[in-house]
């Protein structure tokens, strides 16, 4: 179930805006995942592994693919520090 939480996360970010905006507001990790929490994404680490296997697989582009690895480094950056 979590990694369903990280799968919506990723395509949500695509066009939420204030969602972007609410997670550049955190300050730190543990603001930042009370954050989401407190709005349905539960997660950790190896849910965004997980997630990131599973729409690995659908990629149909090299551009696709970059893009999903982009968003999982970014989100990894943000919830370690």
């Given at each position: 179930?979590?990694?369903h939480?990280?799968?919506?996360?990723?395509n949500?970010?695509?066009?939420?805006?204030?969602?972007?905006?609410?997670?550049?507001?955190?300050?730190?990790?543990?603001?930042?995942?009370?954050?989401?929490?407190?709005?349905?994404?539960?997660?950790?680490?190896?849910?965004?592994?997980?997630?990131?296997?599973?729409?690995?697989?659908?990629?149909?582009?090299?551009?696709?693919?970059?893009?999903?690895?982009?968003?999982?480094?970014?989100?990894?950056?943000?919830?370690?520090?």
């Amino acid at each position: 179930m979590a990694t369903h939480h990280v799968i919506k996360l990723f395509n949500t970010i695509e066009y939420d805006y204030d969602l972007r905006e609410k997670i550049y507001e955190c300050n730190g990790s543990n603001e930042l995942m009370s954050m989401l929490n407190s709005i349905g994404y539960y997660f950790d680490n190896d849910d965004i592994d997980n997630a990131l296997n599973m729409m690995h697989i659908q990629c149909k582009t090299l551009e696709q693919a970059e893009n999903l690895f982009h968003k999982a480094d970014w989100l990894r950056y943000l919830i370690t520090h």
